[in-house]
């Protein structure tokens, strides 16, 4: 084996000599690439370095495998897993979970400055709920928070007289519509559920990706559906009749308003 590896003058040729020697345990070092690994990517802003980095380890795999002469014992899907997969799932999770507070910190700024009627540890948990569903269903968290102030101005109590309840103002028929892919909800009673706000975010933004998958992210016809029901809008699309648009300015109004908000400052709050 050549000394002079690019992969292994990269990851520190002595720390590699002192592994095969076993003076110093591989795990631990595996473990301090990792780190250094998704440090730098984090500094640098450049999350697919990582990813690219990687994958020159994957390359070499069995010049580093030979190298560091691995007990007999261990097996190829094993020495895979503890060096290429599982810095890739440690890194993807460190980037979510950084993203997401970060998203949560915006959201609460913004939630702070529109006073709504929620006490402070309810909004951090409504921001971070926010963040990942957003992360979660790829929707802009500014499109949701429009649709909440819309709907009920943030009030989790809110009721409208149709019926629909909490933050995202959802009917009890959604609960029935969604029991197969959130079948958590249905053997619940449909008013504790809707009055939670967790979970009425939780519906609520389901409810709202399936619109968009329904009419090909169309916002305009998502949103009308999400405000007069999905069957309206088919039948008067059918009927070629025209369709509401208050409703749907109106969201999007609020979501540009959030969208050209000055983050530096709300982050700053």
Same mark, same amino acid.
């Given at each position: 084996?050549?000394?002079?590896?690019?992969?292994?003058?990269?990851?520190?040729?002595?720390?590699?000599?002192?592994?095969?020697?076993?003076?110093?345990?591989?795990?631990?070092?595996?473990?301090?690439?990792?780190?250094?690994?998704?440090?730098?990517?984090?500094?640098?802003?450049?999350?697919?370095?990582?990813?690219?980095?990687?994958?020159?380890?994957?390359?070499?795999?069995?010049?580093?495998?030979?190298?560091?002469?691995?007990?007999?014992?261990?097996?190829?899907?094993?020495?895979?897993?503890?060096?290429?997969?599982?810095?890739?799932?440690?890194?993807?999770?460190?980037?979510?979970?950084?993203?997401?507070?970060?998203?949560?910190?915006?959201?609460?700024?913004?939630?702070?400055?529109?006073?709504?009627?929620?006490?402070?540890?309810?909004?951090?948990?409504?921001?971070?709920?926010?963040?990942?569903?957003?992360?979660?269903?790829?929707?802009?968290?500014?499109?949701?928070?429009?649709?909440?102030?819309?709907?009920?101005?943030?009030?989790?109590?809110?009721?409208?007289?149709?019926?629909? =309840?909490?933050? =995202? $103002?959802?009917?009890?028929?959604?609960?029935?519509?969604?029991?197969?892919?959130?079948?958590?909800?249905?053997?619940?009673?449909?008013?504790?559920?809707?009055?939670?706000?967790?979970?009425?975010?939780?519906?609520?933004?389901?409810?709202?990706?399936?619109?968009?998958? $329904?009419?090909?992210?169309?916002?305009?016809?998502?949103?009308?559906?999400?405000?007069?029901?999905?069957?309206?809008?088919?039948?008067?699309?059918?009927?070629?009749?025209?369709?509401? $648009?208050?409703?749907?300015?109106?969201? =999007?109004?609020?979501?540009?308003?959030?969208?050209?908000?000055?983050?530096?400052?709300?982050?700053?709050?």
């Amino acid at each position: 084996m050549k000394s002079n590896s690019y992969l292994l003058n990269w990851l520190g040729h002595e720390n590699c000599y002192m592994i095969r020697k076993r003076r110093l345990p591989l795990g631990k070092q595996l473990k301090s690439w990792r780190k250094a690994i998704v440090a730098y990517c984090r500094q640098q802003k450049k999350p697919i370095l990582g990813l690219l980095i990687l994958f020159l380890i994957l390359q070499s795999w069995g010049e580093l495998n030979t190298f560091l002469n691995k007990p007999a014992g261990s097996s190829p899907q094993e020495s895979f897993h503890s060096i290429i997969l599982s810095p890739i799932f440690h890194f993807a999770s460190k980037t979510y979970y950084y993203k997401s507070k970060q998203m949560a910190k915006t959201i609460d700024s913004i939630l702070q400055e529109e006073n709504v009627p929620l006490n402070n540890t309810l909004i951090s948990k409504v921001s971070l709920k926010i963040a990942r569903l957003a992360h979660q269903y790829k929707i802009d968290p500014f499109l949701i928070l429009a649709i909440m102030k819309t709907e009920s101005r943030f009030d989790p109590e809110a009721r409208s007289y149709a019926g629909a =309840m909490g933050l =995202m $103002q959802v009917l009890p028929i959604v609960i029935r519509d969604l029991k197969k892919d959130l079948p958590e909800y249905s053997g619940r009673p449909y008013e504790d559920v809707l009055y939670d706000p967790m979970d009425n975010l939780s519906l609520g933004v389901h409810y709202f990706s399936e619109l968009l998958a $329904q009419f090909n992210n169309n916002y305009n016809l998502a949103l009308t559906a999400y405000n007069m029901g999905p069957t309206a809008v088919i039948e008067r699309l059918k009927n070629h009749q025209p369709l509401p $648009q208050d409703y749907a300015r109106k969201v =999007m109004r609020y979501y540009r308003n959030y969208q050209n908000l000055d983050i530096s400052f709300i982050e700053n709050i």
